[in-house]
């Protein structure tokens, strides 16, 4: 609980950048991120340079990226962005080969990788809670 004094563990809204190259798929994780007060959309990218860019200028909290991005794959843009702003929580989206493409973001250090036939019950409470370890490590 916290007194007058504590901060939350997060910023409130949680700000979050969205990346994915369909328009279409950036319209439902938008309606899907903003039917849920805590998090607010900051910006949004349609390939994994512009992601860099963004995430340098806005410094969103979390970035939903997608895995297969043109110009610059979503594992080159995150681990690029994670070199500038270790701090910053990359949630992956993939409709492609789950184990692949999880490895490959874990090595680039995304906090998790959703299936987007997931999104709908498992973004959200992924932006949150990888919002908050990286604000309050375990």
Excluded: W
């Amino acid at each position: 609980m916290l007194n007058a004094d504590s901060q939350p563990p997060y910023p409130d809204p949680i700000e979050v950048l969205l990346v994915d190259d369909h328009h279409y798929v950036r319209r439902l994780l938008r309606e899907i991120i903003e039917s849920y007060q805590d998090l607010s959309i900051v910006g949004e990218a349609v390939n994994g340079e512009e992601a860099v860019l963004l995430a340098a200028k806005l410094k969103p909290a979390a970035i939903v990226m997608d895995i297969h991005l043109p110009v610059l794959s979503g594992v080159a843009a995150a681990t690029l962005i994670k070199i500038n702003n270790p701090f910053v929580s990359i949630i992956a989206l993939t409709a492609g080969d789950p184990n692949e493409d999880e490895k490959a973001m874990v090595i680039a250090r995304a906090a998790a990788v959703i299936n987007k036939g997931d999104v709908l019950h498992t973004l959200c409470p992924a932006i949150i809670n990888a919002v908050k370890q990286v604000k309050t490590p375990v």
